[in-house]
């Protein structure tokens, strides 16, 4: 079970990456429908019906970069039988100066089916 902290991590970018899943199925499907063929009949609710506080976000780590910080998890996807999706989410920080404040993007999530 990931620790509480990696946990809250990833809830805060939660929605983020079912948009992600969402819009990653659509585009694969249009040009290399075996990618996503495990959900195949799966609608786009119950893709995205898992919840990473509830227990389906199984195995995380993180590691800091020069550019950021990135958090990986390993999420269980009920809807698709010994279904899993692993996610990198990458939360850039953007240093201009030390007279200029530092910007933090919004993030990019990738996804990484199985």
Not at 96 to 108: M, R, V
């Given at each position: 079970?990931?620790?509480?902290k ?85 939360q ?23």
């Open positions: 079970m990931p620790h509480e990696a946990i809250e991590a990833f809830t805060t970018v939660e929605s983020k990456i079912k948009h992600a899943i969402i819009a990653s199925r659509k585009d694969w499907d249009k040009h290399e429908p075996r990618m996503w063929s495990r959900a195949k009949g799966v609608s786009d609710a119950e893709l995205s019906g898992f919840t990473l506080g509830g227990g389906d976000l199984v195995l995380v780590d993180n590691a800091a970069t020069s550019y950021g910080e990135i958090i990986l998890g390993k999420i269980r996807i009920p809807a698709i039988p010994d279904g899993y999706i692993h996610v990198r989410y990458v850039i920080t953007y240093h201009h100066s030390i007279l200029c404040p530092s910007h933090q993007n919004t993030g990019s999530t990738t996804l990484q089916t199985r």
